[in-house]
């Protein structure tokens, strides 16, 4: 694979219909690790996707968590989390007790402490004048680094308590960081050192994969937790008085509260958006893709105004707003409406409606003459919004664009505003239809594998959905006909065989990429389960307990999920790899 410029690289990695396989790294162990995946399961699944003729292998965020457990919560937008350092490829040989895999549950505080405590070992085992100049240098390279370091320390010893809690250093000041050095020197440096190891073992992981011919493709979140490195010591690219979330869909009639400030774009881009050129110069030394988590958000963002408040009880951030002067027009008195829970003041004389006003009883008890000209007060900026939405969201892109060598695919599921897909479409930048979803929006029925649009990802499943046989169980029975019907099968084959077909569908769409949870390509027996537990973790006797996320539920009950079997079981299951190979070859040669 050639080191060279920004369209080689790109038109490479385009240059034919590709498939891949996605899986969250710290799930998948090999028989050299110490009880989770990490860096040295890439290199293992290298050879799996030479076999197998895959040649893209994606990841969740890497980004060092603290002591929580989702990967899209971090501590920091660019350290990395001590847990997928390999030990063995350190030369620790410290491996998982057992020849198989009894749990497909990761208790990923108690693996990462240990972990931290034998690469301690480590690191005051080979302390001394010539580590200390290799961590210097690579101090100097990453300028985020120390704040990181500083704001890690100070977050251990708050008991991982938020800043504003701190008693000491709730504000950030520039200086802090020498302070902290000097105050907790050997663990100011022991931190700075883990993220110089796990820099070096992700960028030989590259460069294998580069010799190999294979892609690595990263994920790169836009929210950041309130309490990270970032916001902490860069709280003025935020709005730390709203929090992002989600309208209320289908799933969720009270819609999410993620509770991550909203970005300050337009402070941003007067700075010239020097956090993101940061971050991606940092990421672009490990990835040759990378996924935009939620893309949307950089054209406008769902807000909540107020602590704990539901996400229904939010806004599109930014918007125009009504006035009290568009109430007079229409001779409406303003404070009646607010007093009534259908609106409110976000901005000094600007109100917004909420989400579902209209199923409430202020709403239902106005009469038709009110409620006509109260309803279209709702939407009448839109075009307008839309308009500055489009034209913000396509700068952000543009400058990611244009300011890095790794190829961007953009995480545009949901209820998408045809704006957005339309820019997205106008800059050919790669999208995502999961196959469950992808239907007519005429029909609703399930579209055929040509009619897929080309800059896409396909997939059977994602990290936050049910694996492909899971849904299977849980859809109803005409959609399950349907579905049928669009593999072409007359009736419902075993497990083995349906999730076969399902897989052949998905690399047979019209999409640049098709990349599936590595579950969905788990259609064999025989990866060597656990004899006691083998019904709990196959795969394809109970799909259902092998998820990975729900999301708008609790962290602590997601994130933790382990595969039941090793890296290299993969490659010792003759019959599966092959399988593999030849739908690969057959559908994305």
């Given amino acids: 694979m050639s080191e060279t410029t920004i369209h080689s690289l790109r038109e490479e990695i385009l240059s034919k219909k590709r498939a891949g396989c996605a899986f969250p790294l710290i799930s998948l162990s090999t028989k050299h690790a110490f009880e989770c995946g990490d860096f040295y399961t890439l290199l293992t699944m290298k050879d799996w996707a030479l076999q197998t003729g895959l040649s893209i292998i994606q990841i969740l965020p890497l980004n060092d968590l603290g002591w929580g457990r989702s990967p899209y919560s971090s501590i920091s937008a660019f350290a990395i989390d001590p847990t997928y350092i390999s030990l063995h490829m350190l030369g620790i040989n410290i491996y998982s007790r057992s020849k198989y895999i009894k749990s497909c549950k990761i208790n990923i505080r108690r693996v990462r402490d240990l972990k931290l405590g034998y690469l301690q070992k480590a690191f005051s085992k080979d302390w001394g004048e010539e580590m200390q100049k290799n961590i210097d240098e690579f101090r100097k390279q990453q300028t985020w680094l120390d704040t990181y370091v500083a704001f890690k320390i100070l977050y251990e010893e708050n008991n991982s308590y938020h800043w504003k809690f701190w008693p000491e250093f709730s504000n950030y000041e520039k200086g802090v960081e020498s302070i902290i050095q000097e105050r907790f020197r050997e663990r100011f440096y022991f931190y700075a050192w883990v993220q110089l190891l796990a820099f070096q073992q992700l960028q030989k992981v590259k460069k294998e994969f580069e010799t190999a011919g294979i892609f690595l493709k990263g994920d790169m979140p836009i929210l950041t937790s309130p309490n990270s490195a970032d916001v902490w010591s860069r709280r003025h690219l935020f709005f730390m008085d709203l929090a992002a979330g989600a309208p209320p869909d289908y799933f969720n009639s009270d819609g999410q509260n993620w509770g991550f400030p909203v970005i300050n774009w337009e402070v941003m881009k007067k700075d010239n958006y020097s956090w993101w050129r940061e971050r991606l110069s940092y990421i672009e030394n490990f990835y040759h893709i990378y ?199 007359k009736e419902e084959p075993k497990a083995e065989e349906l999730l076969e077909e399902m897989l052949a569908f998905s690399l047979s769409t019209n999409s640049q990429f098709s990349i599936n949870l590595l579950h969905d390509f788990i259609s064999e027996r025989g990866l060597q389960y656990d004899k006691e537990n083998e019904d709990e973790l196959d795969i394809l006797v109970q799909p259902e307990l092998h998820r990975i996320n729900i999301p708008g539920t609790p962290e602590k009950k997601n994130w933790g999920y382990r595969y039941p079997f090793h890296a290299e079981n993969l490659l010792e299951n003759n019959k599966l790899t092959k399988k593999i190979a030849r739908l690969v070859a057959k559908y994305r040669s």
């Fill in 291 to 489: 996924r935009i988590d939620h893309v949307l958000g950089m054209y406008r963002i769902w807000a909540i105004s107020g602590e704990g408040l539901p996400g229904k009880k939010g806004f599109f951030y930014p918007q125009h707003g009504v006035s009290k002067e568009d109430f007079e027009e229409v001779e409406l008195d303003i404070k009646e409406f607010e007093e009534a829970g259908l609106i409110y003041e976000y901005e000094k004389g600007k109100y917004i409606f909420y989400w579902d006003f209209h199923l409430y009883p202020g709403y239902q008890a106005l009469t038709e003459e009110i409620k006509a000209k109260f309803y279209p007060l709702s939407y009448k900026y839109i075009k307008e919004d839309e308009t500055y939405w489009k034209a913000s969201g396509e700068d952000v892109l543009d400058f990611l664009f244009s300011h890095s060598n790794m190829l961007p695919c953009a995480e545009d599921l949901g209820a998408v505003p045809g704006f957005v897909r339309d820019s997205i479409h106008e800059r050919k930048i790669i999208g995502m239809d999961v196959i469950r979803w992808t239907r007519s929006f005429e029909t609703g029925e399930f579209i055929p594998a040509e009619k897929y649009r080309e800059n896409a990802v396909s997939a059977l499943s994602v990290h936050d959905t049910s694996i492909a046989l899971a849904w299977w169980h849980e859809i109803q029975d005409f959609d399950r006909k349907a579905f049928l019907k669009l593999l072409e099968l």
